[in-house]
Structures are given as C-alpha cells and as structure tokens.
C-alpha cells in the first residue's frame, strides 16, 4: 500500500495532463468532470461521478472550439530576409580540404564519395608533408586520425557519408 501512496502523486499529474491536454485539443468535449477525496484523503479526478457515499465537486466544462494555432513548417535552413528566393553555393565551389595517408582505405572512401559531389578537393598526404601533419593536428585538436576532413572550417573526423554531406549542404546555403 505505501508503494501505491509513494506513485499516486505521480498518477495525478499524468492524469491531470491527460485531461488538459484532451479539453484543449477536442472541441467537441462537453461536460462534467468530478472531483473527490477518498477515506485516506486521495484525490481523484473522475468524467463519472464518485462511489455512493462520497462527496464530489463537479467541475463544468466548457463547450467552447480549441484555439485555431496557425503553424508554419520547420525549415532547416533559415529563409531569405526579401521575398527572393535564396540561391544555393554551386558544389564546385565549395572548398573540401582532406588529410590522408596513401594507405588509408577510409581516405579512398571519402575521396570517391567527395568526387562524386564535385567539390573542389584538396588532398595532402600527411607522410608524405609534415607540415601538413601539423597543419591537420592543430585542426583536430592534436589527433592523428585519417582521414580528417575540411569542410570550409567544418572539421570532419573519419569517414562518414552522411557528416561530409550535411557538411557540404550547410555551406552551400551559407
């Protein structure tokens, strides 16, 4: 019984939600709810009346429409501040910088996957030029993981798809 009186606070809440929720949302809701307290001082929230003997407040409903809440879709992107449309960057012209290792398999994923947006694709090998190593440390944050991937200051760790396209996407419309 005290693991009942422990979650019955919580019950009353969800069911209060409930009730709000569905007196906002239904328009054709009409009616009486009923509130009452039980022999161990519960409250209860009830759209029948109470059990023979119990006292109950009846609380009205009103018959009234929902509120007409206009919404606009969510768009990822944020919109031109004139009526023009916005352009999208062509993919040509975003810059993609990539730091590879001639033997880095993921590197020759990443590589086709970029070619086949039609960026423009810089390639430094990190073995082969030391600078660039440091060039790339100092963009991951001291990590010396292939490939790493540049996206016009959208730094990329490893291979991923679907990183490298939202990269690329949000410079476009930048």
Same mark, same amino acid.
């Given at each position: 019984?005290n ?12 069911i ?5 929720s569905?007196s906002? =949302? ?8 009923y ?5 161990d001082?519960?409250v ?6 109470p059990?023979a ?7 009205p ?9 206009k919404?606009?879709?969510k768009?990822n992107s ?9 352009e999208?960057r062509?993919y040509?012209s975003?810059?993609v910088?990539?730091?590879?290792? =001639?033997?880095?398999? *993921? ?5 086709? *996957?970029?070619?086949?947006?039609r960026v423009?694709l810089v ?7 030391p ?5 790339m440390q100092?963009?991951?944050?001291? =990590? ?12 990329i760790?490893? *291979? ?7 990269a ?7």
């Amino acid at each position: 019984m005290n693991e009942i009186k422990d979650h019955f606070p919580k019950v009353l809440i969800i069911i209060l939600l409930l009730f709000v929720s569905l007196s906002v =949302s239904s328009p054709a809701i009409a009616g009486e709810f009923y509130k009452w307290k039980d022999k161990d001082g519960n409250v209860f929230f009830s759209d029948t009346p109470p059990p023979a003997g119990m006292n109950a407040e009846v609380i009205p409903l009103k018959d009234e429409p929902a509120p007409n809440f206009k919404t606009t879709p969510k768009v990822n992107s944020p919109k031109p501040k004139s009526g023009i449309t916005e352009e999208k960057r062509p993919y040509s012209s975003i810059k993609v910088i990539m730091y590879i290792t =001639s033997w880095c398999g *993921y590197c020759r994923k990443a590589r086709e *996957y970029l070619q086949s947006l039609r960026v423009n694709l810089v390639e430094y090998d990190v073995e082969k030029d030391p600078s660039k190593e440091k060039e790339m440390q100092s963009k991951s944050g001291g =990590s010396k993981g292939v490939p790493l991937i540049d996206v016009e200051g959208i730094i990329i760790r490893g *291979y991923s798809q679907s990183a490298i396209k939202d990269a690329v996407e949000k410079r476009r419309s930048s």
